[in-house]
């Protein structure tokens, strides 16, 4: 809790944090949606001090049944680009982007509630959804790169809207088992939940058009035979690019799910990373563009190619 605010009223912290109405603060006190150190905060004139760690369950009352709320965490991120519409985030390896099954905490979604208290009344005015506020598209938790993430409700429509138009870039870097033979090309085939194992998705008649267009950076034979790609989305489902390159033989190495580990060349992750991001701003109608380099870990994992 900063300085500035010790000795407020926590219903006052939390409006001016979060931008939340006097009555909706009331609400997520009475359901125990406000914590000061952990402990649940059950009067809204209780006074705040300097120091304490403030937890604010974002629209703790709209939550379905049984959902967890969302409570900010103070997570280290990297943030590339930030403005009062917009946040580009350069995402680690191994961090889950918001919650769901078995990752209750500990996400990208909560480090940038804590960071950015604003996408709580954003959310709440249709800025995504309550445990997931501002987040316009996601990464798997172990692809790196970059992602972008909505500050405001017409933020997040416009940028919704470009990723439905095919207008917003994003361009991956990934290492393929195998000799992919064409130079470039692109993978057409839809995507959907797999039928033998729910939690795998699949190239299927059933799924969803997917598009995923690449092109050889780089062929290595030794340790193993594996091609270097650049890929670009012009679709967004869920594990696209690893399933498009599972399908037509050339795994990305190191993914297990869809079979890449390789005992030649052992990956701590998928070898997979989104390098670039082009969007038009929401705000002022300007094209811009981002760039992430290759981690250390890709890197040093592809020094060991010839």
């Not at 405001?152 to 917003?168: D, G, H, N």
């Not at 190239?203 to 594996?226: E, Q």
């Not at 038009?280 to 300007?286: M, R």
């Amino acid at each position: 809790m900063p300085a500035s605010l010790g000795g407020e009223r926590v219903d006052r912290v939390v409006a001016t944090l979060t931008g939340l109405a006097r009555a909706e603060v009331a609400r997520l006190v009475a359901s125990g949606g406000i914590r000061l150190d952990g402990e649940r905060v059950v009067s809204r004139h209780r006074h705040v001090v300097a120091g304490e760690m403030l937890e604010i369950a974002l629209a703790y009352p709209l939550l379905a049944a049984g959902a967890v709320p969302l409570l900010a965490e103070t997570i280290d991120l990297s943030v590339v680009y930030e403005d009062a519409s917009i946040v580009v985030v350069d995402k680690p390896a191994g961090l889950v982007v918001h919650p769901g099954a078995g990752h209750a905490s500990g996400t990208l979604a909560a480090g940038l509630l804590a960071r950015y208290p604003d996408l709580a009344a954003a959310a709440a005015r249709g800025a995504g959804e309550p445990t997931r506020p501002g987040i316009v598209h996601r990464l798997d938790k172990d692809t790196s790169g970059l992602l972008v993430v909505a500050r405001t409700p017409e933020a997040y429509s416009a940028l919704v809207a470009q990723l439905a138009t095919r207008t917003m870039g994003r361009r991956y870097r990934a290492l393929a088992v195998g000799t992919v033979g064409p130079d470039e090309g692109a993978i057409e085939a839809p995507v959907g939940r797999s039928e033998r194992d729910p939690t795998r998705m699949a190239v299927t008649v059933r799924g969803r058009d997917a598009r995923t267009r690449y092109r050889v950076l780089a062929r290595f034979t030794d340790p193993l035979p594996a091609t270097l790609l650049e890929l670009e989305l012009d679709t967004g489902r869920t594990h696209q690019i690893r399933v498009h390159l599972a399908a037509i033989g050339h795994p990305v190495l190191g993914d297990p799910r869809y079979g890449g580990r390789r005992k030649a060349a052992p990956a701590a992750r998928p070898f997979l990373h989104a390098e670039h991001l082009r969007l038009v701003h929401p705000a002022t109608g300007e094209e811009i563009g981002f760039d992430s380099p290759l981690p250390a870990d890709l890197v040093a994992l592809l020094d060991t190619f010839g």
